[in-house]
């Protein structure tokens, strides 16, 4: 009963956040929707100055930004795309492979006319940021990568055996169970979590 009710409170825990207010973006900033490698991005885009470009998260949109696009903008043309199939972008059936969402950023950067920008990039805007950058170097004056590491960066290997990040490697039976027809799906991925929380005490 005690797993069950600290896991009910860690859930919540988790859920607030999202709930959440999101803070608007300044009034000067504006959206727009650009067609950019065959898909619509909508782009949040104000301020004066070098361009920075801020890619959000999984599972988050461009809003996430706003606090910091707000300090930016007095020296900084900030724009904050959200990532195709995210927010209020277009949701295509395919291209979500890094390479191809690091050619949605191209292609913003280009209908905006901007040559290069200083990247900011959280969780998986840093695996479409890093594609971006390696494909388009000379557009990148500046990479700041946050809370999360690259795939086949570094010791990724080792990263990937982090009992803390168990879920990056979600797989195997548990997920077989997950899909099986008229499973009960919450309990194996409650098992599962509660077992891997056993180990990391």
């Given at each position: 009963m005690f797993r069950l009710l600290i896991g009910g409170l860690g859930a919540l825990a988790i859920a607030l956040p999202a709930m959440a207010q999101v803070p608007p973006f300044p009034a000067s900033f504006r959206t727009q929707e650009i067609v950019a490698n065959g898909t619509t991005i909508h782009v949040r885009l104000g301020g004066v100055g070098p361009a920075v470009l801020l890619l959000h998260g999984y599972g988050e949109?461009?809003?996430?930004?706003?606090?910091?696009?707000?300090?930016?903008?007095?020296?900084?043309?900030?724009?904050?795309?959200?990532?195709?199939?995210?927010?209020?972008?277009?949701?295509?059936?395919?291209?979500?492979?890094?390479?191809?969402?690091?050619?949605?950023?191209?292609?913003?950067?280009?209908?905006?006319?901007?040559?290069?920008?200083?990247?900011?990039?959280?969780?998986?805007?840093?695996?479409?940021?890093?594609?971006?950058?390696?494909?388009?170097?000379?557009?990148?004056?500046?990479?700041?990568?946050?809370?999360?590491?690259?795939?086949?960066?570094?010791?990724?290997?080792?990263?990937?055996?982090?009992?803390?990040?168990?879920h990056f490697r979600f797989g195997g039976p548990d997920m077989e169970r997950l899909v099986r027809p008229r499973a009960n799906l919450p309990r194996p991925l409650l098992e599962r979590v509660f077992s891997r929380s056993d180990q990391v005490r």
């Open positions: 949109t461009g809003d996430m930004w706003a606090p910091l696009a707000a300090a930016l903008m007095d020296h900084h043309t900030v724009v904050v795309p959200d990532l195709r199939g995210m927010g209020l972008s277009s949701h295509p059936p395919g291209g979500y492979d890094k390479k191809t969402q690091g050619e949605d950023v191209a292609g913003v950067l280009d209908a905006l006319k901007i040559e290069k920008a200083q990247l900011v990039t959280h969780d998986i805007g840093n695996m479409v940021g890093y594609a971006f950058a390696a494909e388009h170097p000379d557009r990148v004056a500046r990479f700041a990568l946050l809370d999360a590491p690259l795939p086949g960066v570094g010791p990724w290997e080792e990263i990937l055996k982090n009992p803390l990040l168990w």
